[in-house]
């Protein structure tokens, strides 16, 4: 059974930092993309970031282009994600998934985890 889990999110001031991570197991996780995506209340979901199985190529949503950094670490079955400069709009449930194509569309993911809560106030 395949399961991604989240972790890390919290509550921030506007210009501060994060970094989540997602533990995956019951996949060999060296074989996957891995992206990170989030929802905002009321809005759709939107892609954030993703990383290839080798990590030799990364995406980015323009809007954290700059400002998030999306990493893995094979062995340990993680990928991370280092979120600097927070605004408030930023602010929303962010979720891992885990894919065979390195790519901005949700649907192309086949597994997702639960999603931590990311909130940018003062």
């Known amino acids: 059974q395949v399961q991604l889990v989240e972790s890390g999110g919290g509550l921030a001031q506007p210009g501060e930092s994060l970094r989540l991570s997602c533990v995956a197991s019951g996949l060999t996780f060296s074989r996957y993309t891995m992206g990170w995506f989030r929802q905002a209340p009321g809005k759709e979901r939107e892609f954030v970031a993703a990383?290839?199985?080798?990590?030799?190529?990364?995406d980015y949503a323009a809007s954290v282009k700059g400002r998030f950094t999306i990493s893995r670490d094979n062995g340990k079955n993680t990928v991370y994600l280092q979120m600097n400069s927070l605004k408030p709009e930023d602010t929303a449930a962010y979720f891992c998934?885990?894919?065979?194509?390195?790519?901005?569309?949700?649907?192309?993911?086949?597994?997702w985890g639960q999603g931590t809560q990311v909130t940018v106030s003062s």
């Open positions: 990383i290839h199985w080798s990590a030799g190529f990364t």
């Open positions: 998934a885990a894919g065979k194509l390195t790519t901005s569309r949700s649907n192309a993911y086949e597994y």
